[in-house]
């Protein structure tokens, strides 16, 4: 079995969009170069300002890649600021930047 890669067609983060929050966006393309569909779930790493994360998800359910395609994860999430523990100054400056991301096989 090869592995499954991708490409990261986009990734934009916004520290402040002016409603108090910030946003995350990416679109990530995985590709199964495999004769066989193959079912899993995404990782992606992210640097949040210094701090390597991957934020946890829930699954099932499961991403099913069919044999010799792609699939695209659409991710566009808005979250509202923690003004308890973040200054206007700090969440300004906030930065998240893509590391890695992988496809995690499922077993049966």
């Known amino acids: 079995m090869k592995s499954i890669t991708y490409e990261v067609l986009s990734?934009?983060?916004?520290a402040?969009?002016?409603?108090?929050?910030?946003?995350?966006?990416?679109?990530?393309?995985y590709t199964n170069p495999n004769n066989v569909a193959v079912k899993g779930s995404t990782a992606v790493t992210m640097d949040y300002n210094g701090i390597i994360l991957r934020p946890i998800k829930r699954v099932p359910p499961y991403v099913e890649i069919g044999a010799n395609s792609t699939y695209t994860e659409v991710?566009?999430?808005e979250s509202p600021?923690?003004?308890?523990?973040?200054s206007p100054e700090q969440i300004k400056?906030?930065?998240?930047?893509f590391v890695?991301?992988?496809?995690?096989?499922?077993?049966d």
Do not use: M
């Open 75 to 77: 991710y566009n999430v």
């Open 100 to 107: 890695t991301a992988e496809f995690v096989f499922a077993i």
């Open 11 to 14: 990734f934009e983060f916004t």
């Open 93 to 97: 400056t906030f930065t998240v930047k």
């Open 16 to 29: 402040d969009t002016g409603n108090n929050s910030s946003r995350l966006k990416y679109n990530i393309k």
């Open 81 to 86: 600021h923690d003004t308890q523990s973040l």
